[in-house]
């Protein structure tokens, strides 16, 4: 009866506490009622206060050791998707400012050439010194009739005036501006801000300027955040083995010093 | 490794560890054993159940204080196959340093009077 209590008291104890240690504390348990045979209310007080603080302690430090190391891992894991998203985000907000930036002077100089045109300037445009977007950054004027023809420009590519896919032209006039980014051939790449211009001769003023330069950035941008990425979860990584490390070390280091519970004979 | 950190690390030891320690220092013995000999020794003011007991040498055996060792012929030959420990030699460092610093404790009361000696000699 005696026995058939303490073997099932000792199924209180961790799993691997109890597959490790189960047939000795059993043993121990003999040997220590066969010793105090003439004292079965001491021998009882013993073992029960025995099996009280040890089953609290043991499963507190089996609760404790999973619980740290789940928390470490999942602060690590979350602390792994705030760092890939910060990286993507600084990517992205550095891509966007390029992009914006990319598009002046071609506001200011799609709106000069509106109001000019507007009030009847001058279609045409010096056809000597075309701008190749291909090879120059400098930035150029077309001028489209109201049906998305070129009458005019400054910029030509394989000696032809780029023209942007004719849904630019309906959103332009929809919403009096557009600005796209737009590849009239592949590696070419060209940030465009497009205006309607009414009067006598309507039509539509695109101001480009080639992006080859941004793009250059951006892959650059893309690089430093890879690196950065990479060098940042290398370090969480290394910081979280260290948590980890020292985690289990300053456990054991308790258990053993005892600098967390010095009283009595607990050690 | 955590059995690799420094001796003088583990200093001050519980007074359990220390007195299991002590009683593995003149040879291996089985956990009952250890038992009934800190109990001896301590003049029953440390009674360690067997739950205590296998859970210090459990951490113990993890900070590579004690470890496992063959158990004795004679006790081979017994139904009732016991584990037996043994000091390793950072544990016998352990308790050796363990041991200096009561002593050097012992005797710095000792000479501030603190068990009436000197208070003696002075009468």
């Not at chain 1, 348990?29 to 609290?56: E, N, Y």
């Not at chain 1, 001028?143 to 309906?170: E, R």
């Not at chain 2, 009674?47 to 063959?70: N, Q």
């Amino acid at each position: 009866m005696t026995e058939r209590f303490y073997r099932a008291a000792i199924r209180l104890y961790p799993p691997e506490f109890h597959a490790r240690n189960g047939q000795e504390l059993l043993l121990a348990f003999r040997d220590l009622r066969a010793d105090m045979a003439g004292h079965r209310f001491r021998f009882w007080i013993r073992v029960l206060k025995d099996l009280a603080i040890s089953l609290t302690k043991e499963n507190f430090r089996m609760f404790n050791d999973r619980g740290i190391r789940r928390v470490i891992v999942l602060q690590s894991a979350l602390m792994t998707v705030v760092v890939t998203l910060v990286a993507l985000m600084g990517y992205v907000i550095a891509q966007q400012a390029l992009r914006q930036g990319a598009n002046y002077p071609q506001v200011q100089m799609a709106q000069d050439a509106t109001f000019r045109l507007a009030a009847g300037g001058d279609f045409h445009m010096a056809g000597d010194d075309l701008v190749d977007p291909s090879r120059s950054l400098a930035p150029f004027l077309i001028v489209f009739d109201a049906s998305g023809h070129p009458i005019s420009s400054s910029a030509a590519l394989n000696g032809k005036t780029p023209v942007p896919p004719p849904g630019v032209f309906s959103y332009a006039r929809d919403h009096r501006e557009d600005r796209v980014s737009w590849q009239p051939r592949p590696g070419v790449r060209i940030a465009a801000v497009i205006m309607p211009f009414g009067g006598q001769h309507p039509g539509f003023v695109l101001a480009g300027r080639s992006l080859s330069e941004v793009e250059a950035s951006e892959q650059k941008i893309w690089y430093l955040t890879i690196v950065g990425w990479i060098t940042l979860l290398f370090a969480l990584g290394i910081g979280t083995a260290g948590v980890l490390w020292s985690a289990r070390e300053s456990k054991q280091q308790l258990a053993i010093t005892g600098c967390s519970f010095r009283a009595g004979n607990k050690p | 490794m955590p059995g690799m950190a420094r001796t003088s690390d583990r200093i001050p030891l519980t007074p359990a560890v220390f007195h299991i320690l002590l009683a593995l220092a003149d040879g291996e013995k089985h956990g009952y054993a250890v038992m009934k000999e800190v109990e001896a020794h301590t003049q029953g003011r440390i009674r360690l159940g067997p739950g205590t007991l296998y859970g210090s040498f459990d951490r113990l055996l993890a900070v590579r204080l004690i470890e496992e060792c063959p158990s004795p012929p004679n006790d081979q030959a017994s139904s009732h196959h016991r584990r037996y420990y043994r000091l390793t030699a950072p544990g016998r460092l352990a308790l050796r340093e363990e041991t200096q610093r009561l002593r050097s404790a012992v005797a710095h009361a000792r000479r501030k009077g603190v068990f009436g000696e000197a208070k003696a000699e002075r009468a």
